[in-house]
């Protein structure tokens, strides 16, 4: 019988979140570009983000925003809004100040909480969301007025 290398099993995006959290910086040539560079594509996760500042508002009008997100072509539709251990691999720990994320890579960006899809488990109308200005995770309820960015599989 002939004996297989075994490969490692790929990794999930919590475990690049972590990943890139304890090397403290992204790895090299990790966005590209898309459609006249209106979204940002992770070439580790293989995500595509809506590359500039999504907007604002509770979280039914987040994700209708999403939802109607049109970039044109295949991106016409298919936009969500991010569950939490997605949105958490864009932390950027490098940053000192600022929003902890890749400014040049997501365009806008304000140091604030952003919506994630993610329900917090205990906190009924509530969802997790991730704060660019400190790096950390939270819950927030869902009728109140947060950021968004959108996501595409």
Known sequence: MRSHPRRAPPLSLAAVAIATLLSGAAPPNRYSYLNGQTITVDNVTGLKWQRAHGGYGNYTEASGAC????LG???ASGWRVPRVKELATLVDVRTTSGPWIDTTAFTG???SNYWTSTPAVGQSNYAWTVSFS???IGTTAYSTGTYYRCVHD
């Open 67 to 70: 939802a109607n997100l049109n």
């Open 73 to 75: 072509g295949e991106y």
């Open 109 to 111: 960006t304000i140091s």
């Open 134 to 136: 400190d790096g950390t």
